[in-house]
């Protein structure tokens, strides 16, 4: 089936395809929802991804917090943000992080409007396919 | 009867719950963004709404990726407000009128919109921000001095319901709250939006031009705004933007003719841009 919203720059849709692939991230990622769990986290990441049958790329971009590499593998940004709030980054802070802006700048484009939409809405604006 | 006589659009933005909850409201950042809500939490006095039907999406909280209901109604007697990632919002419990819950699952249901009901649920940010902003500041121990029926609708998982399905699930709350014998005073509140975008690479894309339409076609154009379809939101309003549809819900199910009698608009807050609209019955 053909995507109508493939050709928006920067932006990953979360469809049925995108969820499918995030599953066992995006479910590992949801239950740092709950103190008990961060606490088990913490204490040992690597054991507790134990428990859950994500890809390799996926276990590694969650021990090396690649946060646009866990979106590019499946991953949802409102689950993704349960890491980021487990290391105390919140979400205006992680997407600093994500547009590559850095934190301090992105929070300035915000504060004056933030991104606009003229030349964001096509990747052919953005020099992509 | 029930009747529905006005309706609320707002943003439920989580980093305007944590400035309410850390008492920061009143700094430079965050005072256009409360200053806005002043004539609301008037409004809402006034109003004094017996039950408030309250429009949300849960954002990977009570709802994991194991089931996606694209809309589930809130049957359960209370709703906690959940552990998001950073502890629970310091604000009441929620209460349901469950009765009129059970009341409009059933009438839905017949009227051809298949509900997923919920027995348990804990609530996010998407519904206690609204409550916040509209009722002002609660303690725990606090009454949010309103019943609330809460409707949870899927915006996470592409594709959310359309924005013509919302409005016509909107139609189809509207007679079964006008079903129920109770006499009730009903205020519904679709929330979410404005123009937001969170993650990759565009992230902070703000569009105020559309927001803006938005906000007007509510009372001029409605229905043609209902027909919008989606990459539209995607595109223009940002990958979170879609979340928009569910004033759609709100919307249809208030009077075709209905008067704005106040409007809200204010970037940024994080990430987003803050809208809000107050529209009421013409006959009210
Ligand atoms: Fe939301």
Redo the contacts between chains.
């Keep these: 089936m053909k995507k109508?919203?493939e050709d928006?720059?920067?932006?990953?849709?979360?469809?049925?395809d995108r969820?499918r692939e995030?599953?066992h991230l995006?479910?590992f990622?949801?239950t740092?929802?709950?103190?008990k769990n961060?606490d088990a986290f913490n204490a040992n990441e690597e054991a507790y991804l134990d428990g859950f049958p994500m890809t390799p790329e996926q276990r590694e971009a969650v021990l090396k917090r690649q946060w646009?590499r866990l979106?590019e593998l499946g991953g949802?940004?409102?689950?993704t943000?349960?890491l980021a709030?487990?290391d105390g980054i919140?979400?205006?802070n992680?997407?600093g992080l994500?547009?590559?802006m850095g934190v301090e700048s992105?929070r300035e484009?915000?504060?004056n409007?933030?991104?606009?939409?003229e030349g964001?809405?096509y990747k052919s604006e953005w020099g992509e396919e | 009867m029930a009747r529905i006589t006005a309706g609320v659009g707002v943003s439920h933005v989580p980093a305007i719950g944590v400035a309410m909850d850390t008492g920061i409201t009143d700094q430079p950042y965050w005072q256009p963004v409360f200053k806005g809500f002043e004539f609301s939490r008037k409004w809402m006095a006034e109003k004094k709404p017996d039950v408030v039907f309250l429009v949300y999406n849960d954002h990977c909280t009570a709802f994991d990726a194991s089931c996606i209901p694209t809309f589930a109604l809130g049957a359960a007697a209370t709703f906690t407000p959940a552990d998001e990632g950073y502890g629970p919002r310091p604000v009441p419990v929620v209460k349901n009128h469950q009765k009129m819950a059970s009341h409009i699952a059933q009438s839905l249901i017949l009227d051809e919109f298949d509900l997923t009901i919920m027995n348990e649920m804990e609530v996010d940010h998407g519904l206690t921000v609204p409550l916040s902003v509209m009722y002002g500041d609660k303690k725990p121990e606090d009454d949010w001095g309103v019943l609330v029926i809460p409707l949870a609708v899927n915006v996470v998982q592409y594709p959310a319901p359309t924005g013509n399905r919302c409005y016509n699930l909107g139609k189809a709350i509207r007679r079964a709250v006008e079903s129920f014998p109770e006499d009730l005073n009903v205020v519904i509140f679709g929330t979410g939006g404005m123009s937001h975008q969170l993650q990759y690479k565009r992230a902070g894309l703000i569009n105020p031009e559309f927001d803006t339409m938005f906000l007007d076609k509510l009372t001029s154009d409605p229905v043609g705004l209902s027909k919008m379809p989606h990459v539209d939101y995607l595109r223009e309003a940002g990958s979170e933007g879609v979340e928009m549809v569910m004033w759609h819900v709100m919307r249809g199910a208030l009077d075709d003719d209905v008067v704005e009698v106040h409007r809200h608009y204010h970037v940024p807050a994080s990430n987003t841009a803050v809208g809000h609209i107050i529209l009421e019955n013409k006959n009210a």
Aim: aromatic content about 16%.
């Design positions: 109508d919203y928006i720059p920067g932006t990953f849709v979360f469809d049925a969820s995030g599953y995006n479910q990622c949801i740092l929802r709950l103190q961060r646009n979106l949802n940004v409102y689950y943000s349960k709030a487990n919140n979400f205006q992680l997407a994500m547009t590559g992105y484009m915000m504060l409007g933030g991104r606009s939409i964001n809405r």
